[in-house]
């Protein structure tokens, strides 16, 4: 039998997060690794007049408000330097260092030690800082903290919010739970680590709206949110100013990877269908992120990133049908209009839940076959996308916005590629394409799994380390379900 002592007990000692003391912080956390001081799940209690109660299911009797901003904001706009210095970043030609090659295959250049080739960041004996370098680092690990806070509360909301009976409906037996649980604690050791990296500055967890009302869109929505997550990550890892900070974030993130695959088991998905899991620039992820935050508590740590207009995509693949091109092509197969929604679940036919037939089922399995796909390539995929100038994110304190001209081109970004098809407009803020075929090596097809999707005003070229030189022809962004 499924138990919550432990998390109950937790909910029980939790003081409101709005009126909690911010954690205590280490000023150099480099002596212990970031680790010593600790976040525990602090659910948010009422708070005011805009926190409602809510009493769940489940014995979960704690106050917890899910659900949008009612209030009006008190600031708008993602946070600026004293100044911005040009439009864009200019294209330049390769670093001139970038140079070595080794035909040879023996090194060339004296060892600064025994079995210690030199070259390499970090590796000359200076003392590690486990702390961010620059305004880069700042703004990309505020918004993985941000993006772990929703993690935390996201994991834990489903498991108080169904009863036993839907879980074990929906194929989730009492071990498969524990595992969730384990994973929702998990994301209070990220956001402790996260936090120490900060400092005292760090952004503090915030009030959520959700979209899902069935353990089937938790689910989804969980492989969506840990996609965003994971890709958010490796899209800028590689570029922090902070090797140390890097370090530790790659040990988080290596288990944010596993999370998203197992939400996409449990989601009777295939577990894996690329070769290579992308990187995306912290503005893609924080565009969908930002759409499930309503509160943040005052003073809250604001971000600098863009917030792109949503791209619908009205046919995107219900992942609990057993024959997904039957998903209605109106969008009404999301459960709601924001980027990450999940497919609705309680279809009255066709679906794939509890179908026992190799290639057609999809209930939670470690792999699962789809003998027919969710998206292939030559699917008509239907747009429609909002103008900029919406308030999102907490408080609706965000506005989307967009530097680019009139789209023209549909970027598909996955495994080592960007690639893209031209867009066909039907209306002013309505178009179609098709889902382009394409390889990375051998067969692996190009277009796979939970992706981002872009509409552009140009098909400029990147590669995986300059994908973020698109952003200002960025129109509108999507997650799109292929497979
Ligand atoms: C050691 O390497 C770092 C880069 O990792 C560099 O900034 C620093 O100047 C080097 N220190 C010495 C003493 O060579
Ligand atoms: C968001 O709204 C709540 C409720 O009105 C308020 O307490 C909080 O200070 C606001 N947060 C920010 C960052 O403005
Ligand atoms: C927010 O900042 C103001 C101004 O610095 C300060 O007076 C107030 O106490 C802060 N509120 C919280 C909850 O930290
Ligand atoms: C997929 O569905 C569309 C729209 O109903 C239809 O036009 C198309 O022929 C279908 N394609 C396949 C491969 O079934
Ligand atoms: C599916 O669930 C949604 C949300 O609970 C509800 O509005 C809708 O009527 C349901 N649809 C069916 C076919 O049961
Ligand atoms: C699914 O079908 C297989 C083969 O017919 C059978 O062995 C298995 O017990 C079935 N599983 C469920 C959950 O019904
Ligand atoms: C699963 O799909 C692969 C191709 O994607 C196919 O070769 C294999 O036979 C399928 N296995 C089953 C059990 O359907
Ligand atoms: C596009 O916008 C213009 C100006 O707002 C309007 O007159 C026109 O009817 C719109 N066209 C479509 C297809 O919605
Ligand atoms: C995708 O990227 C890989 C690696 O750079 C390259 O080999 C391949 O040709 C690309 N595929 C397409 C269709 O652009
Ligand atoms: C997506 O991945 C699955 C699983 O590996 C594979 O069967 C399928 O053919 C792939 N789809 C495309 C379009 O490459
Ligand atoms: C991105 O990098 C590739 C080399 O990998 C280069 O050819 C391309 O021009 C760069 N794109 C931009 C916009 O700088």
Not at 2 to 28: E, G, H, N, V
Request: glycine share 8%; aromatic share 12%; net charge negative.
């Amino acid at each position: 039998m499924f138990t919550r002592s432990s998390f109950a007990a937790l909910l029980a000692a939790a003081p409101a997060i709005l009126a909690a003391p911010a954690p205590q912080l280490t000023q150099d956390p480099s002596a212990s690794f970031g680790l010593d001081s600790q976040v525990s799940y602090q659910p948010q209690s009422t708070a005011g007049p805009d926190y409602p109660v809510v009493v769940l299911e489940n014995g979960y009797t704690s106050a917890t408000y899910h659900g949008p901003y009612t209030g009006t904001p008190t600031t708008t706009g993602a946070v600026n330097g004293p100044t911005t210095l040009a439009a864009s970043i200019p294209i330049l030609p390769p670093n001139p260092t970038a140079t070595y090659y080794n035909a040879e295959g023996v090194p060339q250049q004296a060892f600064p030690a025994p079995y210690t080739p030199k070259g390499g960041l970090g590796t000359n004996g200076t003392q590690p800082r486990y702390m961010v370098e620059s305004d880069f680092d700042f703004e990309s690990i505020a918004l993985g903290l941000y993006q772990e806070w929703i993690e935390l509360d996201l994991f834990h909301d489903g498991l108080a919010r169904f009863t036993t009976e839907e879980f074990e409906a929906a194929g989730l037996t009492a071990e498969y739970l524990s595992l969730i649980e384990f994973m929702a604690d998990q994301e209070s050791g990220h956001a402790t680590l996260l936090t120490n990296m900060l400092g005292q500055a760090a952004p503090k967890e915030c009030v959520y709206d959700y979209p899902y009302s069935t353990v089937r869109e938790w689910l989804d929505f969980m492989q969506r949110v840990t996609r965003f997550g994971e890709s958010g990550v490796w899209g800028f890892i590689n570029h922090l100013d902070s090797r140390e900070v890097a370090q530790l974030l790659a040990q988080s993130i290596a288990t944010e990877a596993r999370q998203q695959m197992i939400f996409r088991q449990m989601s009777g998905l295939t577990p894996m269908d690329v070769w290579f899991e992308n990187g995306w620039p912290q503005s893609w992820g924080w565009s969908m992120l930002s759409q499930y935050i309503s509160y943040c508590p005052e003073n809250q740590t604001r971000l600098a990133w863009q917030n792109f207009p949503t791209l619908h995509i009205l046919n995107n693949a219900n992942i609990n049908r057993y024959s997904p091109n039957d998903t209605a092509q109106d969008g009404s197969e999301t459960v709601g209009s924001r980027i990450a929604d999940p497919s609705v679940s309680n279809i009255t036919s066709g679906s794939c839940e509890n179908l026992n037939v190799t290639g057609y089922g999809c209930g939670p399995s470690v792999a699962h076959n789809k003998s027919e796909p969710l998206s292939f390539p030559g699917k008509q995929v239907l747009f429609e996308w909002d103008a900029p100038g919406l308030a999102v994110g907490p408080n609706n304190s965000y506005v989307t916005s967009t530097s680019a001209g009139a789209p023209a081109f549909v970027a598909w970004s996955q495994q080592l590629n960007l690639t893209y098809t031209p867009l066909t407009v039907t209306g002013n803020n309505s178009g179609y394409t098709f889902q382009p075929e394409g390889f990375v090596y051998g067969n692996d097809g190009i277009i796979n799994g939970t992706m981002a999707v872009l509409l552009t005003d140009t098909d400029l070229f990147v590669t995986p380390f300059n994908v973020s030189m698109i952003n200002p022809h960025v129109v509108a962004i999507g997650l799109y379900q292929a497979g």
